[in-house]
């Protein structure tokens, strides 16, 4: 949700990147006219109580003869002060309802859409080989780690199994960035899956991609499609401490999504599925620590990354592919050596102070003035990483080298074909 006194004094840079994005410029000044019509209904609603109120004193100290006309004044003005309040009221309406029709504002992202992005790091060279590479279903079937067949059996298109080390491959991921995550001072969560309507609209979510979110209608509650919703709403409502710096959450949860529109689109395998598992790093933090907050997060998938021994890049979202609260977001794609492309595996997202807004959450500044909070979020670990970490350490003989950071959990540096 936008700050209404920014828009009031810079309406120029919100319409600028309503333009950005792909969306109504319009909207900025329906807000404006609305803003300017509430603001108007609480001065006339206050004058009427106020002069209610003096109305009061006066029949008190009025002459008891006097007071039956000075009491039929006072109903008129009551009923004045009723219609005004219910005019206040449908006015507050109107801004909130085109407040949360209105996006983040785009901050340093590039113009354009999907395509539109800035690479602006490439980590490690494309795997290549001496060999016709298999892909990581292939390699998933002949392995033992994937069956999409039987999942398919039991829940439906995209849906699978992990099985045998497929699963300690996941396990071992998960583990790893929960360690990693706690080193770097977030406190690890497991959140629950299913959130109330007023959560997932707090954070952004029930917009133009609402479409690819599982709602239960019987007990009107969604399932998340990543853990950074529950998170979003841990302290909804609340004025939390920041005074000793971010508070930094890991949630780990499994997620789900329609993946609606996307059919005939990555169908082969894991790379879209309905319900996958990912560790998600979530801050809370002062709006000007932000950026800061941003690179560290990046910072984290990058290390995160190294240790899966992926070659990857890291690109600048454009305005137009950005989520309704994002200002701006770098995403990390891995090289998937069958499609010869680059494939997205980590999201990080700097929502400034929109979720804070819309979730009502905050923070006591140094005069000890209540502020809205910053949030921000990224991807520390997924299931779609599987895809990337077969297909690069590949062998030969059909066999994958398992990374190194992942032995431990795996129990074996090389998993190979079943015999």
Not at 167 to 181: D, N, P, S
Not at 194 to 202: D, F
Not at 275 to 295: G, I, L, R, S
Request: net charge negative; proline share 4%; aromatic share 8%.
């Amino acid at each position: 949700m936008i700050d209404l006194k920014f828009l009031r004094e810079n309406p120029d840079v919100v319409r600028a990147s309503q333009v950005t994005r792909g969306e109504d410029p319009g909207l900025v000044d329906e807000l404006l006219a609305a803003d300017e019509i509430r603001r108007e209904a609480i001065q006339a609603a206050d004058g009427l109580r106020s002069e209610q109120k003096s109305f009061g004193k006066k029949i008190g100290q009025a002459a008891p003869e006097d007071r039956p006309a000075l009491l039929q004044g006072s109903n008129e003005l009551k009923a004045k002060v009723k219609e005004a309040e219910e005019a206040q009221k449908s006015a507050e309406e109107k801004v909130n309802d085109i407040q949360m029709r209105l996006s983040n504002v785009v901050a340093g992202a590039p113009a354009g859409g999907e395509d539109d992005f800035v690479v602006l790091d490439t980590v490690g060279q494309p795997t290549t080989f001496d060999f016709e590479p298999k892909d990581h279903l292939e390699l998933g079937t002949s392995l033992g780690l994937i069956d999409m067949e039987r999942g398919t059996k039991v829940g439906g298109s995209r849906f699978y199994y992990l099985t045998g080390d497929g699963a300690f491959l996941q396990l071992g991921m998960m583990l790893l960035a929960a360690q990693k995550a706690r080193a770097a001072g977030f406190q690890l969560m497991i959140p629950p899956v299913l959130v109330r309507p007023e959560i997932m609209q707090g954070t952004g979510f029930l917009g133009d991609h609402s479409e690819e979110i599982y709602y239960l209608e019987r007990d009107d509650l969604y399932l998340v499609g990543t853990s950074e919703v529950a998170l979003a709403g841990y302290h909804k409502d609340e004025i939390i401490d920041l005074s000793n710096g971010p508070l930094k959450y890991a949630g780990w949860s499994s997620c789900f999504r329609r993946e609606a529109g996307s059919y005939g689109k990555d169908t082969r395998g894991i790379i879209r599925v309905h319900q996958f598992d990912k560790v998600e790093m979530f801050v809370y933090c002062k709006p000007e620590e932000a950026e800061a907050q941003h690179q560290a997060l990046l910072a984290m998938e990058r290390e995160m990354l190294a240790d899966m021994q992926v070659p990857y890049r890291v690109i600048d979202i454009a305005g137009g592919d950005l989520g309704a609260s994002a200002a701006r977001k770098f995403d990390t794609e891995g090289w998937v050596p069958t499609q010869e492309t680059y494939r997205e595996l980590t999201s990080t997202s700097n929502c400034t102070t929109f979720q804070g807004r819309r979730l009502q959450t905050r923070f006591r500044d140094e005069n000890g003035k209540a502020q809205v909070v910053a949030t921000l979020n990224g991807t520390l670990a997924t299931t779609r990483w599987l895809v990337a970490i077969l297909e690069n350490n590949q062998q030969a003989d059909g066999s994958v080298v398992v990374p190194e950071a992942l032995r431990p959990f795996v129990g074996k540096d090389v998993i190979e074909p079943k015999r």
